[in-house]
């Protein structure tokens, strides 16, 4: 069975610094790994995703993530935090045998940036 | 990529009662999924639905407590029957496509 842990519940960061919210996965084979973001009252949305090729991922809003195949891992990371980065972020994956297969999301991390 | 729209996209119902949720995607697609969010929770998954087979659900959660149709490759409907208080939630259908996984704006309610 394929799971997500995301270890924090809450992550917070001075504005300007680098932000890294974690994500584990656990699933039969390779995955397709993704991350959301969540603002409040409003949809989710799609931040970025790893499908195949290099391990860093480049996404929407300055956000990139690392796919560690040894670790498990794919932690979501910024260079320089902005406030507006405040938000829920969720880690997702799905298996790769089927592209109608179901994504499973981790618990969520909330990102907290202060001025 | 998939436009996914859903109907309502809020409602405040009584319990006892229950509610149709309506997921119109722009192309047509072999699975949707319906996923719930309760408050300042993650989601998770209910059912994934097949055009013109039964629904599959997750453990949790059953077919006379949410009934699903998926008539044709673009449409499928949640129901949320006999509403209680604990059902209050945002419940999202999502669609695969490509790579991706498309999410719609999702159903607010609010059962009192």
């Known amino acids: 069975a394929q799971s997500v842990a995301q270890p924090e519940d809450q992550v917070n960061v001075a504005e300007g610094n680098p932000l890294t919210v974690k994500c584990t996965y656990s699933v039969s084979g390779n995955p397709y790994l993704f991350w959301y973001v969540q603002y409040p009252n409003r949809g989710l949305q799609f931040l970025l995703k790893?499908?195949?090729?290099?391990?860093l991922v480049k996404g929407s809003y300055g956000f990139e993530a690392e796919f560690n195949k040894s670790q498990t891992s794919f932690h979501l990371k910024k260079p320089s935090a902005l406030v507006s980065d405040s938000a829920l972020y969720f880690c997702a994956v799905r298996a790769r045998y089927s592209s109608a297969s179901k994504i499973i999301f981790g618990s969520g991390t909330r990102l907290s940036i202060r001025p | 990529s998939a436009v996914i729209s859903q109907k309502p996209s809020r409602d405040i119902c009584q319990r006892g009662t229950s509610l149709t949720i309506q997921c119109q995607v722009d192309?047509?697609?072999?699975?949707m999924f319906w996923y719930r969010q309760q408050p300042g929770q993650s989601l998770t998954l209910i059912a994934t639905?097949?055009?013109?087979?039964?629904?599959?659900?997750e453990s949790g959660f059953v077919i006379d407590k949410f009934p699903i149709s998926r008539p044709n490759l673009t449409f499928s409907t949640l129901t949320v029957s006999n509403m209680s208080p604990e059902d209050s939630s945002i419940y999202l259908c999502?669609?695969?496509?490509?790579?991706?996984?498309?999410f719609g704006p999702g159903t607010r309610l609010t059962v009192t």
């Open positions: 192309s047509q697609v072999t699975m």
């Open positions: 790893y499908i195949t090729g290099d391990n």
């Open positions: 639905a097949n055009q013109g087979s039964e629904a599959t659900y």
């Open positions: 999502s669609v695969v496509w490509g790579d991706e996984q498309y």
